[in-house]
């Protein structure tokens, strides 16, 4: 599967990444040599294999929908770029 | 003082021959001293860590004046210095991750693991440097600089640990801490001389601890032995109800096993870790390392992991897509980096994080993203956690046969710096034995088995899931009868 200028750009765009126009095709072949060393996977028989997502078999714990946590909100907020009466300021969103 | 273990160091704490003060003091300066050259801390304060070695002597005097060995067991950790991988979060302290998204980031709490040690009494040095976002196995992708193996300065320590293990071999601390999802704890530890475990999944909590790859990060000990391990493993583990893939388990003494002997101890040699691809050097240690288990009463059988070979091309589609998924919280909104200029709201996102991360995070980023867009997902990601599974079931079947499994624990010894710099796979290779026991959640270690060209050469011990008491034990029997692990690099003063 090799990557396209085009697949790198709306790569880049899913991944909130700017990519310039000069590092554009470096990337690209980085990839393209990344993808091609895991190429070897599709030739492996994997049929009736069930995917392993997690080392341990175990279940998602559960807990009481109560309220355990401080609010913490100052703390957190005091290491943000910009905030306004507990908001995170961000560029508008909604003209 | 630099050269005792951390029983010794625990035992004159309490016999007033030394305060933590002082102790702490002695590395700092040696801190001090050799810092500039090896670049293995990020972070250091001085005063802090001083304050917090006076509150460690007042808490040393409440245990008893003439302190005896029952009161050092009570507390085996309290009063001695420990230096943090800059992975885990230190309220207070700056945690950067190795990252310029995270270089002025200072946590409001602490990790799982910060809270356990501290709560052991142990006294925080620094926090050291690593590959950046644990993306890494030379050092060389930290934003603070790259870190020198202290053994040859031309050379890497390794990665993504790579200060943690510079520190220790160095002696500028006695222990630290390490995270490890391909490697990254027992690969530094091979390439510096150290002994460094990587528990089983789920044993040591990663709340606090920066996400790499959810699936395969924990977080262990590095330190001169497998003794010290066992003892900083004991402060580290345990279930956490903040982690959710944290597991409760009846708490474990690491340490109960360490003196076993090993007659009819079985251990398993896999046929592709001992196949070409490793340096004469490395093979050569390695055997002489085998042979001594032998001597120890110990018997070896040929075992099979026939699908180890696809770990590394699996483990570069699964690690990738987690941290895709995990690194997509740093949009310069919360915290972290945020881009001076932009035009709107997705240009900010995307200026703060092309500027925020380095081009192997970025790399790593791309491929994940990719690997999971529709599409592509089945190919790959699912592919891949099938291929996971048939790794795993390989190691099960191994374990049938033996009580734990030996190797080297890579490929040759330290690597001279931007000797691998031009092709992201050929770096990728270098934790071409370590990254199937992440892929499987087992628990794995390296200790020093002997040198290479004076470059130290490790062997790897992998133990069956919670078998982290017998890799352990097989360590610790092997450390009685060899000195490797308290080799140190010369020039470092005594």
Redesign the interface.
Known sequence: MSLSLDDVSRIARLARIEISPAEATRTRDQLNGILAFVEQLQAVDTAGIEPMAHAVDVVQRLRPDTVTEPDRRDDFQAIAPETEAGLYLVPRVIE | MIEASLKQLSAALAQKKISSVELTTLFLDRIEQYNPTLNAFITLDRERTLAAARAADAQLAKVGAGGTAAAGQAAPLLGIPLAHKDIFCTAGWRTTCGSKMLAN??S?YDAHVVERFSNAGMVLLGKCNMDEFAMGSSNETSHFGPVKNPWDLTCVPGGSSGGSATAVAARLTPAATGTDTGGSIRQPAALCGLTGLKP???VVSRYGMIAFAS?LDQGGPMAKSAEDCALLLNAMAGFD?RD??S??RPAEDYSRDLEKPLAGLKIGLPREFFAEGMDAGVRAAVEAAVAEYRKLGATTVEVGLP?SN?S???Y??IAPAEA?SNL?RF?????GH?APD?A????????S??QG?GAEV??R???G??VL?HG?YD??Y?????????I?ADFAAAFKECDVILGPTTPSPAFKFGAKAA???QM?LSDIYTIAVNL???PGMSIPCGFDNGLPVGLQIVGP?FGEAKMLNVAHQYQLLTDWHRRMPSGLGT
């Open positions: 980031f200072v409001p089983t999944y789920g699936s109800p959710s893939t597991l409760e699908n696809l590394v091309p699996a570069y589609v895709s997509s949009d310069g909104v919360r915290y945020r932009y709107d709201l997705n240009d900010m996102y995307a200026k994080r092309a991360f970025k790399r980023i791309l491929i993203t990719y867009s592509y190919a790959y699912l592919k891949a956690q099938k291929i996971r599974r048939l795993a092709d992201p796979v990728y499987a959640g087992l899931w």
